[in-house]
T-cell receptor
């Protein structure tokens, strides 16, 4: 079945460490996105990519980095520069650059310990 | 000012009630509009797209008023399973990414 896979589901990070969240899709979608959600809040856009080898900063890109070397994969690295990384991270993809809505992965919960 | 604003609720309603959620957006150039549903600690799922002519899907009716930059969702005959957070979403025409409201929480009670 086609879909988006995020891993791991839960991730614990020590302060000062970089961690990478995986996002893989087999939907043949061109566009992929990373969002962050804090408790009681909506989703905020971190980075997005409309095509392979190209990506753009969203609203809260500081302290994060991404790559898009393959159409299927859009990993997100949370660096030590991100001051408050504890959150729920959601990856999504779309076939028409968002105009028909997204397919979401099941998310990664990152906790800094 | 937030790009997409919603009343956070919670809306507590009895089973069988009709409930309406409203949402306003600030970017008049927004082109696509959606309602998503999010259950606790889960990913959002598309409930329905919203069209200018209004559209209905079973017990759910969505309306869009472009002049007032206002979107609504009406749920009739509420079920316990409708309890969730409902997210109002618009497309950012410049970067073609979705912008989410903070969500309205609905709790349907027996």
């Amino acid at each position: 079945d086609g879909g988006i896979t995020q891993s791991p589901k839960y991730l614990f990070r020590k302060e000062g460490q970089n961690v990478t969240l995986s996002c893989e899709q087999n939907l043949n979608h061109d566009a992929m996105y990373w969002y962050r959600q804090d408790p009681g809040q909506g989703l905020r856009l971190i980075y997005y990519s409309q095509i392979v080898n190209d990506f753009q900063k969203g609203d809260i890109a500081e302290g994060y980095s991404v790559s898009r070397e393959k159409k299927e994969s859009f990993p997100l690295t949370v660096t030590s520069a991100q001051k408050n990384p504890t959150a729920f991270y959601l990856c999504a993809s779309s076939i028409n650059q968002g105009t028909d809505g997204y397919t979401f992965g099941s998310g990664t919960r990152l906790t800094v310990v | 000012r937030k790009e997409v604003e919603q009343d956070p609720g919670p809306f507590n309603v009895p089973e069988g009630a009709t409930v309406a959620f409203n949402c306003t957006y600030s970017n008049s150039a927004s082109q696509s509009f959606f309602w998503y549903r999010q259950d606790c600690r889960k990913e959002p799922k598309l409930l329905m797209s919203v069209y200018s002519s209004g559209n209905e899907d079973g017990r759910f009716t969505a309306q869009l008023n472009r002049a007032s930059q206002y979107i609504s969702l009406l749920i009739r005959d509420s079920k316990l399973s409708d309890s969730a957070t409902y997210l109002c979403v618009v497309t950012d025409t410049g970067r073609r990414a979705l912008t989410f409201g903070s969500g309205t929480r609905l709790q349907v009670q027996p």
